[in-house]
């Protein structure tokens, strides 16, 4: 049995404009998956957005908003990963061909601002091809290299890792650490939890 076999129909689309003016953003549930996986993909063919299988959305839907019209109908996606305290990563955020230019997208991004703000994280960064969608939610450029966490999760398996248009932004303070990879940025100091009480240790 082929994989996509396995995955329930995503909901009918309309082929008239949802109205969008009071489209509402909710976190995902598993039964969004199916919609995101369609949407994120139609998108990461020409690289737009990285490609994402339908097991690692189901796996990460916690991360994920979706927007949707008055009506209920799926609009489009984002979401939030988190790597610390020090730094939260917007992905795969797309609204719906159809919906766009109405607010949704504003609105997807704004709550995984405010879901970062809730996890207390000070940095949140992407890396994008419109960094003028970005700009008007306080995200600045940055050279890359300040965000090795980002290179090391996804940059160093990307096919286009010696072509890639993107650039990398940063809302917040550029990150003084990192978690994942060798580094020349000091570890973070992790919190422990031991019998009843909290230390900080730093990690190895
Ligand atoms: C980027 C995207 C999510 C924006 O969604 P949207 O619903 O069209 O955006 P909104 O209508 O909420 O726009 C919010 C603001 O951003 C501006 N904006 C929207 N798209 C923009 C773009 N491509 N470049 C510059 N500004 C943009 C709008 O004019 C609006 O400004 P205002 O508040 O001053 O009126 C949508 O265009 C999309 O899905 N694009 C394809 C996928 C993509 O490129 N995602 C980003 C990957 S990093």
């Known amino acids: 049995m082929s994989n996509s076999s396995l995955m329930p129909v995503s909901e009918s689309t309309s082929s008239s404009r949802p109205r969008v003016g009071g489209a ?55 979401a ?7 730094l939260a990563e917007v992905r795969s955020i797309v609204v719906k061909p159809e919906a766009k230019g109405q607010g949704a997208g504003g609105k997807l991004l704004r709550a995984l601002l ?5 996890q207390g994280v000070t940095s949140v960064c992407l890396f994008t091809r419109i960094p003028d969608f970005f700009f008007h939610f306080g995200f600045r450029v940055v050279d890359r290299t300040v965000l090795p ?14 072509a890639c248009d ?3 932004m940063v809302r917040g303070p550029v990150p003084k650490v990192a978690v994942l990879g060798p580094s020349k940025f000091p570890a973070p100091e992790l919190v422990k939890l031991q019998a009843g009480s909290l230390t900080s240790t730093p990690a190895k």
Do not use: M, W
Not at 55 to 69: G, K, L, Q
Not at 149 to 162: A, E, G, M, N, S
């Open 24 to 78: 509402t953003v909710r976190k995902a549930k598993l039964p969004d998956a199916v919609n995101i996986f369609e949407l994120v993909n139609s998108l990461s063919g020409d690289g737009t957005l990285l490609r994402r299988s339908y097991a690692e959305i189901c796996e990460n839907v916690r991360d994920f908003t979706v927007a949707e019209s008055e009506s209920g109908v799926f609009l489009g996606c984002g």
């Open 80 to 86: 939030l990963h988190l790597y610390g305290p020090h």
């Open 166 to 168: 993107e650039v990398a």
């Open 114 to 118: 405010d879901e970062a703000e809730d």
């Open 149 to 162: 966490d980002k290179i090391y999760k996804d940059c160093q398996t990307c096919p286009r890792l010696y």
